[in-house]
């Protein structure tokens, strides 16, 4: 039979002592945690464990003897370390022992109550792990092994969470060091010195008050905006419209969660928590930065002056645009009439919007004052804000849009419905189907009328319709990137990418064995290594919530939409209907 023994590397040029550890019956292996020196009372170490064991909730014992002859050539002690097995009785009972020369190792594990005829000792199969790895990585069993190298031995994760979650319980057993004046002497991962620093506890300590200021300061914002004031209409209808009120709303939530008093109940809640606070800090960062720009050398004022300019050239530029789709566009035959009447109602909106841009050419300069200055809450809420200022600036071409998309659907929904008609077909609003009807002279003369000026009227709607769609889908294209990278800066987890980058061992997909010693007649030694998680799958796990301000269509959504003239992000959604 063939135990397997985890031994940390740290203990290897330990003194000679007990083996102290966790027994895991279910796959027959000893996961050692550390080794006890001499010289020990017998009661004083089992009274260590059983604090050990009820801090942790781990049951920690005795697994064994560890000899180290390099250090302690005496003879007698290895009678003396087999004579330990009747203190501590515990079966099996494991003895390694590392020979003179650091190079030859011996292990065996010893069964005394054993049926007769039955061998009472076994082989064991050392697996040497690094305890400070697998102590702070954390496992992810799901995740897809990386490809392993040659010569590599890949393991299941889950058959081994038995020991990283042993590992893991253990903590208070490594908080001792060779400085403490206890009665029992340890060596483990933290034996020469407790891993600490003074920026951390600094931090620590003052955590909780500035954790407790913030949060206060979060309620008081949040009792602001549950204000009846704020429920007023118009007020919930446009803050429900505007990036900028959704992207401040969301960054709200996130320092909730980062600053709230109550501490995470697992590691991935506090991974979550450490990826939205670089998220924040990297935002704020970047928005300081932008605001640095802006307000050096005026630039706010360059903007506005260029801003006016940029405007008129573009109403200029549709001006001459409808001029020609008011004459024979690429050699098209249009409908005269209706030419001319959608042609001037178009340039008397562009006249409307170039009036009221000149009425607001002084004030543009304070407003591109204070949008800048909402660079410091952050780069999202400042990309947020230009987008809801393009959106009020495009504001004509989004009316062009609406007004050439609804004509050009009530043409289609009503090319359709006549044509149902010459079918015999009706459309049923209750049943929601098409059924069979009977339509008399009257009606079909009329429908083939109808359906005769609609069939003309159409290319002179649809050119109208595809040339502001066109436009259209421009500024969405415009808001599109800028949304983009407003949620890549929110769900990006920063945190975890710089953990995999720096730490790798810390995000554990898995491990493998390599294969340190196989000869005949010595115990099996195999090396356990720590496969990180792949990149692509540290972002997919961990990636943040995104803002989610406008709906998300599919490409076979988007080309329905505009085939029928329905609108594109409308300002007001459908909502489902009941009858």
């Known amino acids: 039979m063939m135990l397997k023994a985890f031994f940390p590397t740290c203990c290897a040029s330990a003194d000679s002592g007990l083996l102290v550890g966790r027994w895991v019956p279910e796959q027959s292996s000893a996961v050692v945690l550390a080794v006890v020196h001499f010289p020990f009372i017998p009661i004083q170490v089992k009274e260590f464990l059983a604090q050990v064991q009820q801090a942790s909730r781990v049951g920690v014992t005795v697994l064994g003897t560890w000899c180290h002859r390099q250090q302690e050539p005496e003879e007698g002690l290895g009678r003396f370390l087999e004579g330990l097995g009747a203190i501590f009785s515990h079966e099996p009972w494991l003895q390694l022992c ?85 009665p029992v002497r340890l060596s483990h991962w933290q034996s020469e010195g407790v891993e600490a620093s003074i920026l951390v506890e600094l931090a620590k300590q003052a955590a909780g008050p500035t954790c407790l200021l913030l949060s206060f300061l979060l309620s008081i914002l949040s009792a602001i905006g549950a204000c009846r004031l704020f429920r007023l209409w118009p007020l919930p209808f446009i803050c429900s419209k505007l990036s900028t009120c959704e992207q401040v709303r969301h960054r709200l939530g996130h320092l909730s969660l980062v600053f709230s008093t109550q501490k995470a109940e697992n590691p991935a809640q506090l991974m979550r928590k450490a990826n939205m606070f670089v998220s924040v800090l990297l935002d704020v960062g970047l ?125 289609i929904y009503g090319l359709s419905s006549l044509w149902r008609l010459f079918r015999g077909k009706k459309w049923n609003v209750l049943r929601q189907r098409v059924d069979s009807c009977s339509y008399d002279l009257d009606q079909l003369f ?72 196989h000869e005949a007649g010595k115990p099996l030694r195999l090396l356990m290594q720590i496969n990180p998680l792949p990149y692509s799958q540290v972002v997919h796990t961990y990636r943040l919530p995104s803002c989610n301000c406008h709906p998300r269509l599919s490409w076979s959504s988007l080309c329905r939409k505009l085939f029928f003239g329905e609108l594109i992000y409308p300002w007001k959604q459908k909502e489902s209907k009941q009858d």
């Open 287 to 411: 928005g300081l930065a932008l605001l640095t720009w802006l307000h050096g050398e005026d630039r706010t004022g360059q903007l506005a002056d260029a801003l006016v300019p940029v405007a008129d050239r573009v109403a200029e530029e549709l001006q001459h645009l409808l001029q020609w789709l008011m004459g024979a566009p690429a050699g098209l035959k249009m409908n005269r009439a209706l030419d001319q009447v959608l042609g001037r109602f178009f340039l008397y909106h562009i006249h409307l919007w170039i009036s009221y841009i000149h009425l607001m050419s002084p004030f543009i300069e304070r407003i591109l004052w204070h949008v800048g200055l909402s660079a410091c809450l952050g780069l999202t809420v400042a990309l947020s804000l230009l987008s809801d200022i393009i959106a009020l600036l495009t504001f004509h071409i989004y009316c062009f849009y609406v007004y050439g998309a609804r004509l050009y659907c009530l043409k």
């Open 98 to 182: 590392r020979e003179r020369g650091g190079a030859i190792w011996s292990g065996k594990v010893v069964q005394r109550l054993m049926p007769p005829g039955v061998p009472g000792e076994h082989q064991v199969m050392l697996v040497f792990y690094d305890q400070r790895q697998v102590l702070l990585s954390q496992l992810h069993p799901s995740a897809t092994l990386p490809d392993h190298q040659a010569g590599d031995a890949p393991a299941s994760a889950g058959g081994l969470a038995a020991v990283f979650d042993t590992v893991a319980r253990s903590e208070a057993l490594f908080r001792s060091d060779r400085f403490d004046e206890g």
């Open 446 to 517: 009329i429908g083939t009328l109808l359906f005769t000026m609609l069939v003309f009227l159409l290319p002179t709607t649809a050119l109208y319709y595809l040339v502001f769609t066109l436009l259209r889908l421009l500024v969405v294209t415009v808001q599109g990137i800028l949304h983009l990278l407003v949620d890549l800066v929110n769900s990006l987890p920063l945190y975890s990418v710089g953990l995999r980058l720096c730490r790798p061992y810390r995000l554990a997909a898995g491990v493998k064995f390599r294969v340190l010693e």
